[in-house]
């Protein structure tokens, strides 16, 4: 058998830590091969390694059969080698093309030839299927096309090897579907494809062979056809996950959040949250299913007082938190996991410890008389680090430095730890693995069994289904059904957010 | 953790050296001695306790400049406006100095106390702006530099003297000036502003590093949306954080009004030390402590240029050039970062 990639026995050692312990991971041709692992599992170190930014300690890269050094990412391309990162690197104000030329500009008499670069580029979309306009600028694009000019411009500058790092966290569904599709036209045109990823769904639509690799340890490797998504998680995970998070029924009592009429503009001035009537009770998490862009993410600005909202009412325990600050809400007993925990869960800046007292700073016994008690800080910060199993070197250590999915536990255990009485949790597992899915999962019923109210929004269905005890459906900001979890299919869900079943289901809840 | 300390802290220690290096270039290349040159320039910044005492003098308010630009830098806003402020305070504390008549307890913290209320409300302008409207503060402080500057003026000329250049002399009640220190320095103009300054080196430490208040500035500062989903004033803690940073200006021009000059005359320009201080705090990297380092750095440069022309015939001006090469170094601290590790791998 013909490999095109093989990484032997790669080892590299960041002071005392060994990121990859002997790791081989050998590449077909035609194939896409998945590498799998946790994050911080050193999934991105191996790949650093094969596209020349980092150097090996040992082991081997061999070419087509031929060992060679990898010194930079130019000497990764001249093997063809590309790689389509998570985080685009592309220039905003550029056109497709000139952004796919970008460093390797072809001209004619000292000018660029961006008409022939225009024409390349649309041959090669279309020969591949991407269907992107090589004039349109980037800015204008969406996301998922934003991707695609990441892979014509591997493709331009002739790659063979495609290394995909987590594509599909910043897509919605149907461009996951999308992106599926040119995968496969990939390597139909006989290009080969390593794909990382934490998401056992993709590879066993898509792969053909599958690296688990845990905690810098290559562990196996599969032909997908002879495993199934159990498997596949207890190798990256090392132990047995569940992915039905066991939960007893719930018993939900008095209502902790009302919503009436709730009226809510975006910056913009359009309203995006339209009338809108939703309870929680204690007891219960809802789940808010819905296509991204429907307003889900306004209303939550809207409860936790980020965003000023137009008309309505919104009641916890009975009393009126309707348009006041984040900090009298915080304080009525509101938690908040944040939908972009970059953006608003952490000063990223700071260190962990201290961002684990970003919303009671203030409050003894972390400040006396206005000055800050650091003792205390670090204490609970250490409690915290070891109760939710965050993974960091020190609680010193900047918040900047963590994995997204410490990140992200850090973040519910300091939202958790303030027992909130009302706890609303936007996406809490996007980009993370099963483990921490698992974890946060467990984590949410918990509260709900200690009797506070949970408002979950995802825009992942299985989530949805999986744990909360009513769904809530919305369409255009507004709520458009409520339905059981245990009655219903992603079928009818799916329907419901795309609104076409609007009128029966809003007669049947 | 530790190394990356120790990089910070050597960044700016290799910046001045490579300033100093490429400036006897400068100095060989236009047929100076840069051997005495620098000779002349350390003799004239340290070589008697007459120089130390104008070093120290120099120092003073090159502190308190720097220390507000860090402090609206660490809170992430960028006071171009020092210079300006700086002068409203000085003019602020010149005016108590001259028309009140109280004892020295009391006249000399009012004076300096109005120097610092002069200079917050001419940085709470553009935190206001800023705050309530997103007017970029860059632009706004650097037009207040110039409103200051001929405000003032206007007000020597008309308030303070009957159509004069200058004001009285502060009354000695007001006066930072020191006898003893004058005398035990052989009659320099050192006086006890320097003690104030650092001073305000501690208290921005404080604040900043240790208290809550300062916890939310600086968070501010990194992430204001994190900041507000924290409950956090955000608009509030821009419009504070350069209302004190205003505050460490105008307190950096009560050291010219009440002890170097001990008044206020017409300006034909501006000083220049608000501008400075925007170099003090970056090669201090924005820390209290290294600031005073970086600010003692700049006074003795300047002090010590006054030595030049006559005992080395290097013209001043080099001075200024090696000031902007090392300034030139710290902004490259790429370079020098590359250096650094270059370094380190050879060491082991």
Same mark, same amino acid.
């Given at each position: 058998?013909?490999?095109?990639?093989?990484?032997?026995?790669?080892?590299?050692?960041?002071?005392?830590?060994?990121?990859?312990?002997?790791?081989?991971?050998?590449?077909?041709?035609?194939?896409?091969?998945?590498?799998?692992?946790?994050?911080?599992?050193?999934?991105?170190?191996?790949?650093?390694? %094969?596209?020349?930014?980092?150097?090996?300690?040992?082991?081997?890269?061999?070419?087509?059969?031929?060992?060679?050094?990898?010194?930079?990412?130019?000497?990764?391309?001249?093997?063809?080698?590309?790689?389509?990162?998570?985080?685009?690197?592309?220039?905003?104000?550029?056109?497709?093309?000139?952004?796919?030329?970008?460093?390797?500009?072809?001209?004619?008499?000292?000018?660029?030839?961006?008409?022939?670069?225009?024409?390349?580029?649309?041959?090669?979309?279309?020969?591949?299927?991407?269907?992107?306009?090589?004039?349109?600028?980037?800015?204008?694009?969406?996301?998922?096309?934003?991707?695609?000019?990441?892979?014509?411009?591997?493709?331009?500058?002739?790659?063979?090897?495609?290394?995909?790092?987590?594509?599909?966290?910043?897509?919605?569904?149907?461009?996951?579907?999308?992106?599926?599709?040119?995968?496969?036209?990939?390597?139909?045109?006989?290009?080969?494809?390593?794909?990382?990823?934490?998401?056992?769904?993709?590879?066993?639509?898509?792969?053909?062979?599958?690296?688990?690799?845990?905690?810098?340890?290559?562990?196996?490797?599969? +032909?997908?056809?002879?495993?199934?998504?159990?498997?596949?998680?207890?190798?990256?995970?090392?132990?047995?996950? *569940?992915?039905?998070?066991?939960?007893?029924?719930?018993?939900?009592?008095?209502?902790?959040?009302?919503?009436?009429?709730?009226?809510?503009?975006?910056?913009?001035?359009?309203?995006?949250?339209?009338?809108?009537?939703?309870?929680?009770?204690?007891?219960?998490?809802?789940?808010?299913?819905?296509?991204?862009?429907?307003?889900?993410?306004?209303?939550?600005?809207?409860?936790?007082?980020?965003?000023?909202?137009?008309?309505?009412?919104?009641?916890?325990?009975?009393?009126?938190?309707? +348009?006041?600050?984040?900090?009298?809400?915080?304080?009525?007993?509101?938690?908040?996991?944040?939908?972009?925990?970059?953006?608003?869960?952490?000063? %990223?800046?700071?260190?962990?410890?201290?961002?684990?007292?970003?919303?009671?700073?203030?409050?003894?016994?972390?400040?006396?008389?206005?000055?800050?008690?650091?003792?205390?800080?670090?204490?609970?910060?250490?409690?915290?680090?070891?109760?939710?199993?965050?993974?960091?070197?020190?609680?010193?250590?900047?918040?900047?430095?963590?994995?997204?999915?410490?990140?992200?536990?850090?973040?519910?255990?300091?939202?958790?730890?303030?027992?909130?009485?009302?706890?609303?949790?936007?996406?809490?597992?996007?980009?993370?693995?099963?483990?921490?899915?698992?974890?946060?999962?467990?984590?949410?019923?918990? *509260?709900?069994?200690?009797?506070?109210?949970?408002? %979950?929004?995802?825009?992942?269905?299985?989530?949805?289904?999986?744990?909360?005890?009513?769904?809530?459906?919305?369409?255009?900001?507004?709520?458009?059904?409520?339905?059981?979890?245990?009655?219903?299919?992603?079928?009818?869900?799916?329907?419901?957010?795309?609104?076409?079943?609007?009128?029966?289901?809003?007669?049947?809840? | 953790? +530790?190394?990356?300390?120790?990089?910070?802290?050597?960044?700016?220690?290799?910046?001045?050296?490579?300033?100093?290096?490429?400036?006897?270039?400068?100095?060989?290349?236009?047929?100076?001695?840069?051997?005495?040159?620098?000779?002349?320039?350390?003799?004239?910044?340290?070589?008697?306790?007459?120089?130390?005492?104008?070093?120290?003098?120099?120092?003073?308010?090159?502190?308190?400049?720097?220390?507000?630009?860090?402090?609206?830098?660490?809170?992430?806003?960028?006071?171009?406006?020092?210079?300006?402020?700086?002068?409203?305070?000085?003019?602020?504390?010149?005016?108590?100095?001259?028309?009140?008549?109280?004892?020295?307890?009391?006249?000399?913290?009012?004076?300096?106390?109005?120097?610092?209320?002069?200079?917050?409300?001419?940085?709470?302008?553009?935190?206001?702006?800023?705050?309530?409207?997103?007017?970029?503060?860059?632009?706004?402080?650097?037009?207040?530099?110039?409103?200051?500057?001929?405000?003032?003026?206007?007000?020597?000329?008309?308030?303070?003297?009957?159509?004069?250049?200058?004001?009285?002399?502060?009354?000695?009640?007001?006066?930072?000036?020191?006898?003893?220190?004058?005398?035990?320095?052989?009659?320099?103009?050192?006086?006890?502003?320097?003690?104030?300054? %650092?001073?305000?080196?501690?208290?921005?430490?404080?604040?900043?590093?240790?208290?809550?208040?300062?916890?939310?500035?600086?968070?501010?500062?990194?992430?204001?949306?994190?900041?507000?989903?924290?409950?956090?004033?955000?608009?509030?803690?821009?419009?504070?954080?350069?209302?004190?940073?205003?505050?460490?200006?105008?307190?950096?021009?009560?050291?010219?009004?009440?002890?170097?000059?001990?008044?206020?005359?017409?300006?034909?320009?501006?000083?220049?030390?608000?501008?400075?201080?925007?170099?003090?705090?970056?090669?201090?990297? +924005?820390?209290?402590?290294?600031?005073?380092?970086?600010?003692?750095?700049?006074?003795?440069?300047?002090?010590?240029?006054?030595?030049?022309?006559?005992?080395?015939?290097?013209?001043?001006?080099?001075?200024?050039?090696?000031?902007?090469?090392?300034?030139?170094?710290?902004?490259?601290?790429?370079?020098?970062?590359?250096?650094?590790?270059?370094?380190?791998?050879?060491?082991?």
């Amino acid at each position: 058998m013909e490999y095109v990639i093989e990484m032997l026995n790669i080892r590299k050692v960041f002071g005392n830590f060994v990121a990859n312990d002997n790791i081989t991971l050998q590449l077909k041709k035609g194939e896409i091969h998945a590498l799998l692992g946790e994050n911080g599992a050193g999934k991105s170190t191996l790949m650093n390694v %094969l596209f020349g930014l980092y150097q090996p300690d040992g082991g081997e890269i061999r070419v087509k059969g031929q060992s060679v050094k990898i010194a930079n990412p130019n000497v990764a391309n001249d093997l063809g080698i590309g790689m389509v990162h998570q985080h685009f690197m592309l220039v905003d104000t550029f056109t497709v093309t000139e952004n796919i030329i970008l460093g390797s500009e072809p001209t004619k008499g000292g000018k660029i030839d961006i008409k022939h670069a225009e024409q390349q580029v649309r041959e090669l979309s279309e020969r591949y299927g991407l269907a992107v306009d090589p004039t349109a600028k980037i800015a204008d694009i969406s996301v998922g096309m934003q991707q695609r000019v990441e892979i014509l411009k591997t493709l331009y500058r002739g790659a063979e090897i495609l290394i995909f790092d987590e594509p599909t966290a910043v897509l919605t569904p149907q461009e996951i579907q999308e992106l599926i599709q040119i995968m496969k036209a990939l390597v139909r045109e006989g290009k080969s494809i390593i794909l990382i990823t934490h998401k056992l769904k993709e590879i066993m639509e898509v792969c053909d062979r599958v690296t688990v690799i845990r905690r810098g340890k290559g562990i196996d490797t599969l +032909n997908v056809a002879d495993t199934n998504p159990n498997e596949l998680a207890a190798l990256m995970v090392g132990r047995e996950v *569940q992915f039905k998070t066991d939960k007893k029924p719930a018993q939900p009592s008095k209502e902790v959040l009302e919503i009436k009429d709730l009226v809510v503009k975006d910056a913009r001035g359009v309203t995006v949250v339209d009338h809108l009537n939703l309870t929680v009770r204690a007891g219960e998490i809802v789940g808010i299913a819905g296509v991204d862009g429907n307003g889900q993410t306004e209303l939550i600005e809207a409860i936790t007082g980020l965003l000023k909202a137009e008309s309505g009412s919104i009641l916890l325990n009975g009393q009126d938190i309707f +348009n006041l600050s984040p900090r009298k809400i915080t304080e009525a007993g509101v938690g908040h996991i944040p939908q972009d925990r970059h953006k608003h869960g952490l000063v %990223l800046d700071f260190p962990i410890g201290e961002n684990m007292v970003l919303q009671t700073y203030y409050k003894k016994p972390y400040s006396k008389n206005g000055v800050l008690n650091f003792k205390a800080i670090y204490d609970k910060a250490r409690q915290l680090i070891a109760e939710f199993d965050v993974r960091t070197p020190d609680e010193y250590t900047p918040a900047r430095a963590l994995s997204g999915g410490n990140q992200q536990k850090a973040i519910i255990g300091r939202e958790v730890d303030r027992n909130p009485e009302l706890l609303i949790a936007a996406q809490p597992t996007r980009g993370l693995d099963v483990g921490a899915i698992e974890f946060i999962h467990k984590r949410l019923i918990e *509260q709900r069994d200690q009797g506070k109210a949970v408002l %979950l929004v995802s825009f992942e269905l299985d989530e949805v289904m999986n744990v909360s005890d009513r769904i809530a459906v919305i369409y255009e900001g507004k709520i458009v059904a409520i339905v059981d979890p245990k009655e219903t299919t992603e079928q009818e869900l799916g329907l419901l957010m795309a609104g076409s079943k609007q009128k029966e289901a809003g007669v049947s809840s | 953790m +530790n190394s990356s300390r120790l990089t910070k802290f050597l960044i700016p220690v290799f910046a001045v050296l490579l300033g100093v290096i490429a400036g006897s270039i400068v100095m060989l290349v236009s047929g100076y001695n840069p051997i005495a040159g620098y000779s002349a320039l350390l003799y004239g910044s340290f070589g008697d306790s007459y120089y130390i005492g104008e070093t120290i003098r120099q120092t003073t308010p090159y502190i308190l400049a720097g220390l507000a630009v860090a402090f609206a830098f660490r809170t992430g806003l960028f006071n171009i406006g020092v210079e300006g402020q700086l002068i409203v305070g000085w003019l602020a504390s010149v005016w108590v100095g001259v028309s009140l008549d109280l004892p020295k307890v009391i006249h000399l913290p009012l004076a300096i106390l109005a120097a610092a209320a002069a200079g917050a409300l001419w940085a709470f302008i553009p935190g206001f702006l800023k705050a309530r409207f997103k007017v970029h503060e860059v632009i706004i402080t650097i037009m207040m530099n110039y409103i200051a500057l001929h405000v003032t003026n206007a007000i020597i000329r008309s308030v303070l003297s009957d159509k004069g250049f200058k004001s009285e002399t502060v009354h000695p009640s007001a006066s930072l000036q020191s006898e003893f220190l004058q005398s035990i320095t052989d009659y320099s103009t050192l006086h006890y502003g320097i003690i104030i300054s %650092l001073i305000g080196a501690i208290i921005m430490w404080f604040l900043l590093e240790k208290t809550a208040k300062g916890y939310e500035l600086r968070a501010v500062g990194f992430n204001q949306h994190a900041s507000q989903y924290a409950g956090m004033n955000v608009p509030r803690n821009i419009i504070l954080s350069m209302v004190i940073s205003g505050a460490f200006a105008g307190v950096a021009g009560a050291m010219e009004g009440l002890g170097t000059f001990g008044n206020i005359s017409v300006k034909a320009g501006f000083t220049g030390i608000g501008f400075d201080g925007i170099a003090v705090a970056l090669i201090g990297s +924005n820390n209290a402590f290294g600031i005073i380092l970086s600010a003692l750095l700049f006074g003795a440069l300047k002090v010590g240029a006054l030595e030049m022309p006559s005992s080395a015939d290097v013209p001043t001006e080099l001075v200024d050039i090696v000031i902007a090469l090392i300034i030139f170094f710290v902004a490259s601290s790429y370079l020098i970062r590359l250096l650094l590790s270059r370094f380190k791998k050879e060491g082991k």
